[in-house]
């Protein structure tokens, strides 16, 4: 059984990340509930639609559950309260990208850094392709990598998936270790997230 087979789980987010954690824990025998603050109509009907229950909660609470894994969508930084909350409760926190490269079979590229990100990773991506390798781009590039471990066959083994990562992603990651990695220029950019440059 994989590290995160059949656990009840709490996923900060309904965007496309929450989305895509959501379907790879069902699939994988899990039980799954979404909160966010502000749902729309849309979001609420497709998570509904397939399964997962839906909660609604204020900024300084946290629905109360036998959860046992919490996945952070990239939009919540280590400060957010519930964030803060979880790990009071002694709960394992993960992000998207986490969750994904403990099923993901395949072999990963990932390019991080403050600017010219997407533009490596189509490259990259692009140039493997011309020479014959499998891959496939994933990660804040625009398709999970969730996503991707489940609709390639046999959770992308063979294939060389290009991972754009934010520093967003990395904050909530423990164990991902890519089999190439690009670290890009560094600058001052998000600080309203990061607080500072060496932050």
């Not at 991080?112 to 490596?120: F, L, P």
């Not at 489940?150 to 991972?163: K, R, S």
């Not at 164990?175 to 190439?180: C, G, L, S, V």
Request: proline residues 4%; hydrophobic residues 45%.
């Amino acid at each position: 059984m994989a590290r995160y087979d059949n656990r009840n789980a709490l996923i900060f987010g309904a965007g496309r990340s929450g989305l895509a954690a959501a379907r790879l824990l069902l699939d994988r025998g899990g039980r799954v509930a979404v909160v966010d603050e502000h749902w729309t109509p849309d979001a609420l009907a497709k998570f509904s639609t397939e399964g997962i229950s839906c909660l609604t909660s204020e900024r300084q609470h946290l629905p109360d559950g036998a959860y046992d894994l919490v996945v952070v969508s990239p939009s919540f930084g280590l400060t957010h309260p519930w964030v803060t909350i979880a790990q009071q409760r002694g709960l394992a926190i993960i992000s998207e990208l986490e969750l994904a490269a403990n099923y993901w079979k395949g072999r990963l590229i990932a390019i991080t850094g403050s600017k010219g990100k997407s533009s490596a990773v189509k490259c990259i991506a692009d140039t493997l392709e011309l020479a014959g390798i499998p891959a496939t781009i994933a990660g804040n590039y625009g398709i999970p990598l969730c996503t991707r471990v489940l609709e390639l066959p046999a959770c992308g083994e063979g294939v060389l998936a290009v991972v754009e990562v934010s520093s967003f992603q990395l904050e909530h990651t423990r164990t991902f270790a890519p089999t190439f990695a690009a670290i890009l220029n560094i600058q001052a950019d998000h600080l309203d997230r990061h607080d500072s440059l060496e932050a």
